[in-house]
């Protein structure tokens, strides 16, 4: 249904379809802006300013009157080509207001509420207008006023490390830095929060300061010059998102940031296909072997064949690899130039022979400038060799020198590297990326990234790597954001060969990490040779990377999560359940298995004195007929985790 009212006041509410919660807009009596937000009778965020500073010309912050609301609900369903659910419910009422200045120049802005069952998100509108057309933002004062001192669980937004930091929890009254989204938190009242973005495009990334009284304001990441966002009239600015969940777990279970976002822009997607890969990668940060061309050069042509061997015969359907091309000695990169060892025609063909895909990799350390040049030649390189895969790189704490990786000239940057590769059927795997904000829906070709701290940390890291409640606290924060190829899958965990380092996971957590962190596309990034005749590895050679149905039944930030998922193209199951650094029992209910039907629970159980800082190798497979009247009772160790397959009995 959509209207207009007729006479129109200062003040609308909008309600979800179950009624639960509420947003209200309100103009104030000098014309300014506001929203606020319930939970049945318990407030969310109370009066939260709206309206942006502009750089050389009138604010748009007050003298507003609201000319028109318009009102519509939406309940539809949409199928993903990919994803960690196949049909996609979405269902909101959506209200949008229609302003105008009173004085002035008469510009026009409109304001459009969109409210779900698991949260709401609103955005701006600059209609096509006389008195505003090219404009620049010096601010976007969006705020957020909590209705107390929440508990936030955070990470810098400004840094050299590009959101590869450990998150921290902090009272809302703590927090110092400004942060980066999505930003997580749970309320005095027992209810958890999360704040992000969608449908980032041609505008600078959301991040967070504190600005007194349990109170954030948005932080748009700026150019060099200091301008925020240049731009013009008409457009539309992303979504401000803010999931509401009465538990942790239901927070992971929303997909309202895909839904946010437009429906795919490519036409047919058949070509786009989620894998698992080896890699030319895990040698590399163990210090084995290198980027550069050397006697212990990583990609060289045997090497990566002995790669492409296992991945076949493993079933493993790709292979990355990384240092095939000029440049790694000074970091300037030619993308179609192979090093002398490296002959990619032959390995193509051995691959194409093998059945097994090429995964390209472009390293660009952040010299934006130098990829761009080469970009339509590198893309047209792989296009030439079939390499449908590629992953990218950005390494450098400025792009070119100056500007931040998450600001307005980097989203543009990486939507046309997106736009090209979709050109010539390529998909892509992104590091050092824009935390995802839902474009994988408008472009399946953008599958995967990284945007957090990976499992890379564990081989070279000073601070003693990831800690056991790292892969905890990512479900929760990171990962309510979009895929991310965190590389889970390490069985030499004690790392003979760098002693001061080490995995600070059970074996069994490692295989739980497959089905709690969500990628299409998923390494196996072990060397080889740690997962010859290891009878764990079935595990990984039978999870799949594209499913039906996903949900998280359990769980809380920074100490435990459990996820099922069905597989896209089997009747099987998977769970994933993983601990902090503390044992933990939990009783999972199969009451999401199909009714009438008995299935072998294929079990990868912490083994017996499992414990991730001293026996992390010990593992017990085993296997039980369950149903879904069936309730298993996991002992998880220290740093443990359960990974477990649900096949059907015939």
């Not at 025609?345 to 995964?359: E, F, M, N, P, S």
């Not at 299935?599 to 497979?621: H, Q, R």
Request: proline share 6%.
């Amino acid at each position: 249904m959509s209207g207009c009212d007729e006479n129109p006041t200062t003040s609308r509410t909008v309600i979800a379809p179950d009624e639960k919660l509420n947003v209200t807009f309100y103009l104030d009596h000098e014309g300014k802006p506001y929203y606020s937000a319930k939970l049945g009778e318990k407030p969310l965020f109370y009066k939260s300013q709206l309206g942006f500073e502009l750089k050389g010309a009138p604010n748009l912050l007050d003298d507003f009157i609201a000319t028109r609301f318009d009102r519509n609900q939406v309940d539809q369903t949409w199928t993903q080509p990919w994803g960690e659910q196949k049909e996609i419910k979405n269902h909101y009422r959506e209200l949008k207001i229609e302003l105008k200045e009173q004085h002035g120049l008469h510009r026009k802005m409109n304001i459009i509420f969109r409210v779900y069952n698991e949260g709401f998100a609103f955005r701006y509108e600059f209609p096509e207008q006389e008195n505003l057309k090219d404009f620049e933002i010096s601010n976007e004062v969006t705020g957020f006023a909590f209705s107390g001192d929440h508990t936030a669980w955070s990470i810098p937004a400004y840094g050299d490390n590009r959101y590869e930091y450990l998150y921290t929890s902090h009272p809302l009254s703590e927090l110092t830095d400004t942060v980066c989204t999505p930003l997580t938190l749970e309320t005095k009242s027992g209810n958890y929060i999360s704040i992000h973005e969608a449908a980032l495009v041609d505008y600078a990334s959301m991040s967070l300061y504190h600005s007194g009284n349990n109170k954030l304001r948005c932080d748009l990441v700026p150019w060099s010059d200091g301008v925020k966002v240049k731009t013009s009239a008409p457009r539309f600015t992303p979504w401000r998102t803010v999931l509401v969940s009465s538990n942790a777990a239901g927070l992971l279970n929303s997909r309202m940031i895909l839904n946010l976002n437009e429906p795919n822009k490519l036409g047919d997607v058949s070509w786009i296909k989620p894998t698992k890969f080896l890699g030319v990668w895990w040698s590399l940060h163990l210090g084995k072997e290198t980027w550069q061309y050397s006697p212990t050069h990583g990609a060289n042509t045997p090497n990566v064949m002995k790669y492409i061997d296992f991945a076949a015969k493993a079933g493993i359907g790709a292979v990355l690899v990384e240092g095939w091309n000029k440049g790694w000695e000074d970091w300037k990169f030619s993308f179609t130039e192979p090093y002398p060892n490296f002959d990619i025609k032959k390995i193509t063909d051995y691959a194409r022979k093998k059945g097994v895909q090429l995964i390209g990799h472009n390293e660009t350390g952040a010299d934006v400038a130098n990829y761009e040049q080469q970009l339509d030649s590198a893309f047209n390189f792989y296009q030439r060799y079939g390499v449908h895969y590629v992953k990218t790189g950005y390494v450098g704490s400025r792009v070119n020198a100056k500007e931040w990786h998450h600001g307005q000239f980097m989203v543009n940057h990486y939507m046309s590297v997106v736009k090209e590769a979709a050109k010539r059927h390529i998909m892509l795997d992104v590091h050092e990326p824009i935390i995802p904000t839902g474009l994988r829906r408008t472009y399946p070709n953008l599958m995967s990234g990284e945007g957090a701290r990976g499992q890379e940390y564990n081989a070279w890291s000073e601070d003693g790597g990831n800690p056991p409640e790292h892969t905890t606290i990512l479900p929760f924060t990171r990962l309510l954001a979009g895929p991310m190829d965190f590389t889970p899958g390490i069985f030499e965990l004690t790392l003979k060969d760098k002693p001061n380092n080490r995995v600070n996971t059970t074996l069994a957590k490692q295989l739980a990490l497959y089905v709690v962190i969500y990628s299409p596309l998923q390494m196996v990034p072990d060397l080889p040779e740690n997962y010859q005749g290891h009878s764990a590895f079935q595990f990984i050679h039978d999870v799949p990377v594209d499913w039906e149905y996903s949900e998280a039944i359990n769980g809380e930030i920074g100490d435990y999560v459990t996820i099922i998922r069905k597989d896209r193209n089997s009747r099987d199951w998977y769970l994933g359940a993983i601990t902090d650094e503390d044992p933990r029992k939990i009783e999972i209910p199969l009451d999401f298995l199909s009714k009438g039907r008995k299935y072998t629970a294929e079990m990868y159980l912490d083994g017996p004195g499992a414990n991730y800082n001293n026996n992390p190798g010990s593992i017990e497979i085993t296997q039980k007929e369950v149903n879904r009247r069936t309730t298993l009772r996991l002992d998880l160790a220290p740093g443990g985790g359960a990974a477990i397959r649900f096949t059907p009995v015939r």
